[in-house]
DNA sequence: TCGCAGTCAGCAAACGTTTGCACCACTAAC
DNA sequence: GTTAGTGGTGCAAACGTTTGCTGACTGCGA
């Protein structure tokens, strides 16, 4: 690999003269510059970043934890992420954390010792205050936090509004004329999980129907978790709608349905939460809470990058309202 | 940030030796270990991986170019990648390409100023020689091709057996006994559509059937390139079986058969690619040629991995072979 | 003739590590 | 009482950049 001090040897400047040119940073002579800019094409030299990065202390790279990529949620996402960060240069790296506490904090690890400009942590197992120390001890790196919560880490905030979301699938379905209408959730220790089921809860009640506790369930994200949930819930019958957790589970519901003979919409509806491209994909169309994901990405990390030269503003917090994108999985309920 | 030389005060010793103990690079004595592991963890030092890299010029990095995360392939692809890197303490700087040539390029630049010890294309649009120019020019990066051919750049190279997996699939279908049978494909200037067509034209001659030439649509390998293509195809009927592209695809293809009331597996049988396990998810469960894409992203880390240590040794192509996965979207052809 | 501003360029000190080389103190062997 | 080995340690030179400081030269006004 050639350096900088080889281009400046092949040009006949020194190196600083090369670093100058490369950089813009001051004003130098035609002659040198189209020297220089022979040298490098020549050559092929390409500067390292490496350097220049322990020089400068500055890296342009982000870190983005995520539970799995495989989710088409995170992947979305981490998209959105990405295409904001490639405009301004910063590179990404990806972390699956699987909600494995002792794999995120290596990861964590990892990043700062990478010495990484920024951190977006959309996963968060395990002891979280045990994080925040870290964070706060060892770098203070800008962070931003994307649909969780961690009590302690004074970190800027993205989320979506998931009692909004839970209210407005709950009201479209009591709109419809549904009564029995069951919520699945993430998994209860999630403050989204909570803040859905209660939500749901709030606009039943305000419409005047009384909540039954069986009808709501919490498991994980996944496609199976949805599946399960459907089967066993189906199976005592009863429901007319289900509220699923996300657009995943969702799918998961409705191979439930398709399995047990019950056709959606006309003897079941069924609503997501994220508003997926595939939903619109899958049969029948999925109505869903839709939020702009790849947006979301977007902001998350223009959040970070503001950070960036501002390391002393108010904690932000940034809340995505969902909307409903109507498909074919919601119908009024059979008439009994 | 503290650095070596701060813990080297603390703990009274010189900075080389806790360079060794942070190593174990040399035997230290116990007193020694004992007071440097006590500084380092009250001044929560981490050593700067920018600095190691640097004096060491191996940054643990893969580059991994993608077309798009989003697509479910793709994200178990590189979630197979990043879990056998995890292993061995790798990172991953993920990019999504969107198949355009400029964006590539660009990030290739990046990856290589970024020093990455190894590059996982599973992307190469625009001017695939251009590619390979420049890696074999600035870095001789090693470099781990998968599911494309990029004439011109000897890297090691992963693929899916498309002629065997169209050859099965079509196969399969012609056991149940279709005769017309549709081919959808990726872009025809990806060699891995051209040989999955030659498989299917290979199948269905060798079984004494001539394909019809309208039969054989291409397009890009969203689900949205699917429903087009199965909205035309079925429009001018005969067809009673399709062979998508890729499962994201075939889902697509679901979706405008159920618009067009064609009851998929009594009227259509659909088979999809790469055997994602959404596909379990959706209705009818998606037959599917499939491939173990988290296993294969495993291998390609492995083959970079071992390019790193042996980086004179043979090209090698690792060609993986498929199977049919069979779950409800393929039957018998309706009767005429 | 001198001083001064303006333009262009080079020197060398960082940045935080790894690692070859050298040194010291001690013990065992001759 | 030298010599040779051995266990423990430190010095200082890289690695490839950025950037503050300094200097050479030119042209201009006094």
Redesign the interface.
């Known amino acids: ?1 050639s350096t900088i001090k080889d281009v400046a040897a092949r040009a006949g400047v020194s190196f600083t003269t090369v670093s100058h040119v490369l950089n813009g940073t001051r004003r130098v002579s035609e002659e040198a510059r189209a020297r220089v800019e022979q040298a490098v094409a020549e050559m ?1 030299y ?6 220049r ?2 020089k400068t202390s500055e ?1 342009f790279i982000f870190g ?1 934890l995520v539970p ?3 989710n ?1 949620f995170f ?2 996402l ?2 959105g992420i ?2 904001r960060c ?1 405009q301004t ?1 910063y ?6 954390c699987d909600d494995d506490g002792g ?1 995120q904090d290596r990861y964590l ?2 990043l ?4 990484v400009d920024g951190l977006v942590l959309a996963a968060a197992a395990g002891e979280a205050a045990e994080v925040a120390k ?1 964070l706060a ?3 203070n790196v800008p962070t931003v936090v994307v649909e969780r919560r961690i009590p302690g880490l004074d970190a800027d905030l993205v989320r979506i509004d998931h009692d909004a979301g839970a209210r407005l699938a709950a009201g479209h379905l009591l709109e419809k004329g549904h009564r029995a209408i069951a919520c699945l959730s993430g998994p209860s220790d999630f403050d989204i999980s909570r803040e859905r089921t209660a939500g749901w809860l709030a606009a039943l009640r305000e419409a005047g129907v009384e909540p039954r506790p069986e009808w709501m369930l919490t498991g994980d994200f996944s ?1 199976s978790a949805g ?1 399960e949930m459907a089967r066993s819930l189906l199976a005592r019958g009863e429901v007319t709608a289900i509220l699923a957790g996300n657009d ?1 589970m969702a ?2 519901v ?2 439930a349905a ?1 399995e047990l003979g019950i056709s959606v919409p006309e003897q079941l509806s069924v609503i997501g939460f994220d508003g997926i ?2 939903g ?6 999925l109505t869903s809470v839709g939020c702009p994901i790849h947006e979301m990405g977007g902001t998350t990390a223009s959040l970070l990058l503001e950070r960036l030269t501002n390391r002393e503003g108010s904690r932000r917090e940034v809340i995505i309202k969902p909307r409903i994108i109507e498909r074919q999985s919601v119908a009024a309920p059979p008439r009994t």
């Open positions: 690999m092929g390409s500067p390292s970043a490496v350097a990065a322990l890296t983005v799995d990529i495989t088409p992947a979305e981490t998209r990405e295409d490639w240069d590179s990404v790296f990806l972390c699956n794999r690890q990892t700062i010792e990478r010495r870290r001890r060892s770098n496609a599946y995943v799918i998961g409705l191979r398709a491209d595939l619109g994909y899958v049969h029948p169309g």
